[in-house]
């Protein structure tokens, strides 16, 4: 099989110092695309961008919180000044706080830092792309939702619902950026090997017990969700519009 080619694709990816965000971007840029990693981890951002160079890969590094808009602004007009424009935006930005916490626990700060995160962190960064998808008449944004609000419960009551909306905004910007050439896919990745999946067993395993992890066992590799997110990115996925789910 002809292997997919990114060559000359510039990208921009939250989150992208570890897990799924952190496997995109090498593999990404292991199939060309000049990659922009944006993250508020600085140490695990710049290992990622320092790995991608080692495979002979083109990669910057920009500090920034998803959720404070003068960083996502700055995010967006450096990658703008190092790739020369933006054709993809990946956001895979995200946190789980408090899980298995009951609804009349949780604290507004969480619910809060959560919502702010998951859920605005992908609005400013649709929001501060897309003039430039809009000025090339074409682009893609793959927002990183989750079956968690969108199809089934959640261990975590301000996940689940940022989730929700992560899955309403992207579906809502697929129809309003449509006819400037920009494709909109929410995916939705199964339980997948990453701190984030890790840190929330943990709880579950010291509130429900050891059964939580055997429940928990069979984890996706992240390299599995990177290779459908290039591919979503990739004109080959002309026709996929709407929610993908991954194991
Ligand atoms: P992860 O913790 O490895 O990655 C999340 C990244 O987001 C980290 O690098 C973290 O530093 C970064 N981040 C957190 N707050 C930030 C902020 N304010 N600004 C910028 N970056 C910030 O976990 P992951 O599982 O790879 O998560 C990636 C995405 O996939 C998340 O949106 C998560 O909700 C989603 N997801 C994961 C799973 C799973 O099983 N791992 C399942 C469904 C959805």
Redesign the pocket.
């Known amino acids: 099989m002809e292997r997919m080619n990114l060559k000359g694709s510039r990208i921009v990816l ?8 952190r496997a995109t971007a090498i593999h990404c840029a292991t199939l060309g695309a000049g990659v922009v990693v ?4 600085e140490v ?1 951002g710049d290992s990622c961008v320092s790995q991608i160079k080692k495979l002979g890969g083109e990669a910057w590094f920009i500090k ?4 404070i808009e003068s960083d996502v602004r700055n995010l967006m007009s450096e990658s703008y000044r190092y790739l020369g424009g933006i054709d993809s935006l990946v956001t ?5 706080r408090d899980s298995m916490v009951p609804v009349e626990d949780l604290l507004e700060e969480v619910w809060d830092s959560t919502i702010d ?2 859920l605005k ?1 992908s609005f400013l960064a649709a929001k501060h792309a897309v003039p430039s998808m809009k000025e090339n008449g074409r682009g893609v944004i793959v927002m ?1 939702a ?3 609000g969108v199809t089934s419960a959640s261990s975590t009551v301000s996940y689940g619902a940022s ?1 929700g909306g992560v899955n309403g905004l992207g579906m809502t910007l697929a129809a309003k950026l449509r006819d400037h050439g920009i494709r909109v896919n929410v995916l ?5 090997t ?4 890790l840190g929330i067993i943990e709880r579950q395993v010291a509130s429900l017990g050891e059964g939580a992890r055997v429940a928990n066992s069979d984890l996706g590799d ?1 390299v599995g969700v990177a290779k459908i997110i290039s591919f979503l990115i990739s004109d080959d996925a002309d026709y996929i519009r709407g929610a993908v789910f991954t194991r």
């Open positions: 939250t989150g992208g110092a570890t897990g799924i965000g944006a993250d508020i981890n695990d920034t919180d998803v959720s895979a930005a995200g946190i789980a995160i998951n962190g990183i989750s079956g968690a989730k939705c990745p199964g339980s997948i990453t701190p984030l999946k992240p």
